[in-house]
């Protein structure tokens, strides 16, 4: 929990629209999900850090692409939450087009996390996004997260049940940030598309 870069993360700033985001070189890992799954406690638990993402209650609080720094070259996006059904359509709209518009163009995107609420994995907008990454041959790791709402049984059933549907650019672990389930395992493969010496 303690390696470095993720433990020196530091918030650099929010973006509203692609022209603000930083230059297209280095490395990006970013996380996306629907609304609430969970990107924002994953980031802090990878990273080591209480608050360094903001989290909440409230689901689609997140509506601009948050950056973290790790070092010089490596960053971490927060994407918006996508599929929150309540928000105005020109808000939806807006999300669309900024997730959209990051992930069709960013060059240094290295990877993808994809978390999915283990109550409720592989929804329709998920597997928009895991097509696409296929065709992108973007690498995706997906956090089945919330994995302590579940059982042992359960989750591993959940488990095997998303393997079993995933593209081969894809894989899966159990993660819960509120047990600590699954970092360890996350920042491995973070390092590997960070490029991380160890
Ligand atoms: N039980 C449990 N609750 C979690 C876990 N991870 C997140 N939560 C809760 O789920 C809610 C949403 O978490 P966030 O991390 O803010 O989710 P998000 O995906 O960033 O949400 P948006 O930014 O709104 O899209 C919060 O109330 C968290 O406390 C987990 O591993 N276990
Ligand atoms: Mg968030």
Request: aromatic fraction near 8%.
């Amino acid at each position: 929990m303690s390696r470095s870069p993720y433990q020196q993360a530091e918030f650099e700033k929010s973006v509203a629209s692609l022209d603000g985001l930083p230059d297209d070189e280095g490395y990006e890992v970013a996380f996306a999900g629907r609304s609430n799954a969970g990107k924002s406690t994953s980031i802090n638990v990878i990273c080591g850090q209480n608050s360094l993402a903001r989290t909440s209650g409230t689901p689609g609080r997140t509506q601009m692409i948050n950056v973290f720094e790790l070092d010089f070259e490596r960053r971490i996006m927060d994407l918006p939450g996508y599929g929150f059904a309540k928000a105005p359509k020109k808000v939806q709209q807006q999300w669309h087009d900024l997730v959209d518009g990051y992930l069709q163009q960013r060059k240094c995107l290295k990877g993808l996390v994809l978390l999915m609420d283990i109550r409720r994995p592989l929804q329709e907008i998920d597997n928009v996004l895991l097509e696409w990454t296929e065709h992108c041959k973007i690498p995706v790791l997906v956090l089945l997260s919330k994995a302590d709402k579940f059982k042992f049984g359960a989750a591993k059933n959940a488990l095997l049940q998303v393997q079993k549907n995933l593209p081969g650019n894809a894989q899966v672990i159990l993660f819960s940030g509120l047990k600590k389930q699954g970092v360890e395992d996350a920042q491995d493969i973070l390092d590997q598309w960070f490029e991380v010496e160890e």
